[in-house]
């Protein structure tokens, strides 16, 4: 079937379309700049067209260490079955140039007329048991070494050696690779965005840090960096320019008492790179801001560290934490639902280069503050109110219903007698 013409002209429909597009102005979406630290920590970082690849294998523990558990397992696999398989041809070889091939098993009383080197290695498997005995430490008893061969006793020693060196590596590999620092760092959890708000009557950055486990730690410092894309005077184009912020604390070092989740705070000030940067800019801004938390674990003693970043999108203008420590029967409580939750507080939305030059923004921005906490108190204590007084009616209510009715009898002289019932 054939499409119906419309009623409106076709010329008219396109103009109309046309003049809609010309009128609104056309934003394109600003790629995507790609994260320097993922927010679980890891570093976005690919290393290609390395040419000396042996530097590797002259920290050959360290890079044992850093493979993935299924090729540290076969290379350790690989290792044990290839010095097992090799003392099994030394030892088949001794057996052989001493001629134990040619003899039968020796019981208790023949050993006295024909002495082997290795009592019962007679072909390649026993051999190679008789290797795997040795190494391991097994003995079963029915392959044993004799005095007769000085050459045997040597490759005992050998391979006694050799086997205590493998399993000495294998078992540092393991411990270092279950006790390494980033395991700890799991439960160091960082909010999952970054709010800008007035602290203190200064522009300040923040950010909430916590640790899940009980065990603390030690000594834990909290560094932040911002890495943008920066152009020197020079024409020179850093890729990756790292530059150090300054975190408050009322203690003269870095090192934060990490018991409950804190929030840690940056004052935008003129060492800022936020300085210039006003809420508007910000969505616009190619900036990374880098969380560093590092300190000792307490219960190995081995030093840990804990990264996320955070992008523009990421951090929440006019925003503040919600607080989530209360005191319940003595001791305190964390709810840990609400550790990312933030609600709007008033805030200014220039830069702070400009709070510090026109004070009065500031001004004006904390009697709002003042006045919707006071709109917000009152809508609360009318609220209040409200529900005590539905509470009273509905107590009077109830009362009322329970109220006893009272009875008139009329009795045949014509007195009326009233009873409650």
């Known amino acids: 079937m054939l499409a119906r013409k419309s009623i409106i002209p076709e010329e008219y429909v396109l103009a109309r379309i046309a003049a809609e597009n010309l009128g609104k102005p056309r934003i394109r979406d600003r790629p995507r700049k790609a994260r320097f630290i993922a927010k679980n920590g890891a570093c976005n970082l690919a290393h290609k067209n390395i040419r000396e690849q042996g530097r590797f294998l002259q920290d050959i523990f360290t890079t044992l260490v850093d493979l993935k558990w299924r090729h540290t397992i076969v290379i350790f696999t690989t290792s044990f079955l290839c010095s097992w398989l090799f003392f099994a041809m030394v030892w088949w070889l001794v057996a052989f140039a001493h001629g134990d091939m040619d003899k039968a098993c020796p019981l208790n009383e023949d050993i006295n007329k024909w002495k082997p080197c290795v009592t019962c290695v007679r072909s390649f498997a026993s051999a190679f048991l008789f290797s795997i005995e040795v190494q391991v430490t097994i003995g079963f008893g029915g392959r044993m070494m004799t005095e007769e061969c000085p050459l045997a006793i040597t490759v005992l020693i050998l391979q006694n050696i050799v086997g205590l060196i493998i399993n000495a590596v294998m078992l540092g590999c393991i411990f270092m690779k279950t006790a390494q620092a980033h395991r700890r760092a799991e439960t160091l959890i960082f909010s999952r965005n970054a709010v800008i708000a007035i602290r203190n009557g200064r522009l300040c950055f923040m950010f909430r840090v916590g640790d899940l486990r009980k065990s603390m730690i030690i000594n834990a410092s909290v560094r932040i960096q911002v890495v943008k894309k920066t152009t020197t005077p020079e024409g020179e184009v850093i890729p990756i320019h790292q530059l150090d912020v300054p975190v408050d604390n009322p203690i003269e070092s870095n090192n934060i008492f990490l018991v409950a989740p804190l929030i840690v705070s ?52 006019g925003h503040r934490f919600v607080p989530i420590v209360t005191e319940e029967e003595g001791t305190y409580s964390v709810d840990y639902s609400k550790f990312g939750n933030t609600s709007k507080v008033a805030a200014p939305r220039c830069s702070a280069k400009e709070l510090d030059e026109k004070p009065s923004i500031l001004i004006q921005t904390l009697q709002k503050s003042e006045l919707s906490h006071q709109n917000s108190l009152r809508k609360r204590n ?6 005590s007084m539905r509470r009273t009616n509905s107590m009077r209510r109830t009362n009322s219903s329970f109220i006893v009715p009272k009875v008139q009898f009329i009795t045949p002289e014509g007195n009326q007698n009233t009873l409650e019932t």
């Open 382 to 387: 009318s609220m209040r109110r409200n529900n």
């Open 266 to 317: 940056h004052i935008i000030d003129k060492r800022s790179p936020l300085y210039d940067i006003s809420a508007n800019d910000l969505a616009n801004q190619d900036l990374e801001i880098i969380v560093i938390l590092e300190g000792v674990v307490e219960t190995t003693g081995i030093t840990t560290q804990a990264r996320t970043s955070y992008i523009s999108e990421e951090i929440l203008w």
